[in-house]
């Protein structure tokens, strides 16, 4: 009886570990949610994030820690140019840190996405900001407890086989940025003109130390009327969301249709106080457990 009451206490505390992280295990084609890592690559990092700037400099920056070990045994997507795909979070989990959302893709070499290592150049198709005035609960963030994100594949993209990168760039935290990302495999067909990205990045090196929209160079607690989304122009001038206007309803899912806020009127909050910084358990406000209804 005691040891079973233990084991019991133990499943009951389980949620307060993982309280508000995650990662993008699944991939949405045509509205079907794929099987954990089907076509996700899977990284060793589980839902910890990467936080300061060390991983900016690094190959793991890609895909996340170890993904590249498992690309060879992870499934391509068959997607039309002009699709709407999707990433979906571990159990469905809802994403509750402010941050921006972006997605990337890079063709690979040779178009054998399962040996390519994502050294190649990079372009951004997605971008998912915030409304404002700034909110110190951070629920202007337009992927607030969101834990879907949908976006189109560019319909002049190239036919061939590609890394879709999706990354969430957390802001909670006063003295550094966390990051949780996650790799896709997909081949495009049906490409419309097939015009090759020309504003492109590669990773690591897309972001460092000065990049204003990571913290600490970005503060949420000042009082900010705007963001300045990291990284590139989005390739075809599609797939932007707004970073002005009021708070979107909340629903499941982000997608291209949340850019359609009005603009808000309304004077911007005070600046919000900042909270002492030793990881997510010390910011109260964004500490909550990112399971459904919980």
């Known amino acids: 009886m005691k040891v079973a009451i233990s084991f019991s206490a133990a499943i009951l505390a389980l949620p307060s570990l993982v309280s508000a992280h995650y990662f993008f295990p699944h991939l949405y084609v045509n509205d079907v949610k794929s099987a954990e890592y089907e076509y996700v690559r899977r990284s060793t990092q589980g839902f910890q994030p990467h936080f300061g700037f060390d991983i900016l400099s690094s190959n793991e920056m890609r895909c996340n ?82 834990n879907r994100v949908d976006f189109a594949i560019p319909a002049e993209v190239p036919s061939g086989e590609y890394l879709v990168r999706i990354e969430h760039l957390a802001l909670h935290r006063p003295s550094g940025t966390e990051f949780y990302f996650n790799c896709a495999h997909i081949k495009v067909t049906n490409s419309g003109s097939g015009q090759e990205p020309t504003d492109v990045v590669k990773i690591p090196g897309v972001y460092d130390g000065n990049t204003e929209g990571l913290s600490p160079n970005y503060s949420i607690y000042s009082g900010a009327t705007s963001y300045p989304m990291p990284g590139p ?8 969301s707004s970073s002005s206007g009021s708070t979107a309803a909340d629903s499941g899912s982000a997608t291209d249709s949340d850019s359609a806020a009005a603009p808000d009127t309304s004077a911007a909050e005070p600046a919000a106080t900042v909270p002492a910084d030793s990881g997510c358990g010390s910011v109260p406000q964004f500490s909550r457990r990112y399971y459904r209804g919980n």
């Open 233 to 240: 122009a989005i390739f075809g001038g599609s797939g932007t």
């Open 65 to 146: 820690t170890g993904a590249q070990a498992n690309a060879g045994s992870t499934k391509v997507a068959e997607v039309n140019a002009g699709d709407t795909i999707g990433f979906g979070t571990n159990l469905d989990g809802n994403i509750q840190h402010p941050g921006a959302i972006q997605v990337y893709m890079s063709r690979a070499t040779n178009d054998d996405v399962k040996s390519y290592d994502g050294s190649g150049d990079w372009f951004k198709v997605y971008e998912l900001g915030a409304n404002f005035p700034m909110q110190a609960s951070g629920e202007n963030w337009l992927i607030w407890n969101k």
